[in-house]
């Protein structure tokens, strides 16, 4: 499992439990539902003083950077079309799934229709680019990943993500486009997209971090000790800037500062001192992506079976019964969706280059002239 990193998958299966955590808890606080003091207090150091999402966000960014560009120098013969079908396959079939099986959700149960544009505009997961709201309210974390990938993508067809030089370069650049957008969202009052930016910083340096830490690049240590600090002293003005003023998601400046801080602390952490290796975790790691896609259901599943828990429950029982619910879920269209279409995908990148094998010309033998005359 070390050549998979399992350590890897196992903290992005805990930072998906943490999405349908903060998520249940914060609906809880909103509708008043947290009666307890000591649920009170949990959830007011992880929501507010916190935020438990965002930090799990962010370490989903991280991963990606430490996962993602990897897949590009493994392919030797054309990498971008293998690493484009590996990514489609990869992310798209259980999407559409999530998709439909919210929608016939929200019509049965609650009785709300979804315009068939908006629909198939979120099949695309390009949504946010063309001004059509998110089906999930999660999903906008995956166009920041499609961003990522075209940049990475773009970036090694021109020869400019193989040394740490360069992926340094290429986080510097976006953390600096990240401050230019705080500071003008702070003196235009305007909503600005400074997430972005920032979001593909951390994950270049997710990548920079890899080749330090695994592959022990040459240089890679030396940039990696020079960016992380960069990065670590970039976001608290980056968050007093853009987050001082609440744009409608709530947004206080101290509770994105410390959850960038704490989310970029945990990654080292738990990628260097503590790798977490049980297998159970491991299996979470595994289907991470479907517990994420499919945790709002889950979690609306324990919020109606909420009123015939017992009587006095804490509300933290139902957020639990949500993480619950969301694994047999997940693990079922993990195998049923997901890793069927993984295999899909490696099967066709397979065939493709069995034909291309099969176009290239046989190597030409050379013509013995004396043996021609015998």
Request: charge should be positive; aromatic fraction near 14%; include cysteine.
């Amino acid at each position: 499992m070390e050549k998979r990193l399992g350590y890897v998958d196992a903290l992005r299966g805990v930072a998906a439990l943490a999405v349908i955590y903060a998520h249940s808890t914060a609906q809880f606080m909103l509708n008043g539902g947290l009666h307890y003091r000591v649920e009170n207090e949990i959830a007011k150091f992880t929501l507010v003083y916190l935020d438990a999402g965002k930090v799990a966000v962010i370490l989903f960014f991280a991963i990606s950077g430490f996962v993602i560009p990897f897949s590009l120098f493994r392919e030797t013969k054309a990498p971008l079309q293998s690493f484009a079908i590996t990514r489609l396959f990869r992310l798209y079939p259980v999407y559409w799934l999530s998709i439909f099986v919210w929608v016939g959700y929200s019509y049965f149960s609650r009785g709300e229709s979804t315009p068939a544009r908006e629909v198939l505009v979120n099949l695309t997961m390009l949504q946010q680019f063309v001004g059509v709201r998110n089906v999930i309210e999660l999903f906008w974390t995956l166009q920041i990943e499609l961003v990522f990938y075209v940049l990475c993508a773009a970036l090694f067809a021109g020869g400019w993500l193989r040394t740490p030089r360069q992926i340094a370069w290429a986080s510097i650049v976006s953390l600096a486009c990240a401050l230019a957008l705080a500071a003008a969202r702070s003196f235009l009052d305007e909503k600005l997209p400074v997430a972005l930016p920032l979001a593909l910083s951390i994950m270049f340096w997710g990548f920079l971090w890899r080749r330090a830490t695994v592959d022990h690049a040459p240089d890679a240590r030396a940039w990696v000790a020079r960016l992380t600090p960069l990065i670590y002293a970039a976001i608290p003005p980056i968050s007093v800037m853009a987050y001082s003023t609440d744009h409608g998601f709530h947004e206080t400046w101290w509770r994105y500062m410390n959850s960038y801080l704490l989310a970029l602390t945990l990654f080292i952490l738990f990628t260097t001192r503590i790798k977490i290796d049980a297998p159970s975790a491991l299996f979470l790691g595994r289907i991470s992506y479907s517990v994420y896609l499919f945790g709002p259901l889950g979690q609306e599943l324990a919020m109606k079976a909420h009123p015939y828990l017992p009587k006095g429950a804490p509300a933290l029982l139902a957020v639990a019964l949500a993480m619950v619910l969301t694994l047999p879920i997940s693990a079922t269209t993990y195998r049923l969706v997901e890793k069927p279409a993984i295999s899909m995908g490696k099967s066709l990148r397979r065939r493709l280059q069995d034909r291309r094998d099969a176009l290239r010309p046989a190597p030409q033998r050379e013509w013995n002239l004396d043996r021609a005359r015998n």
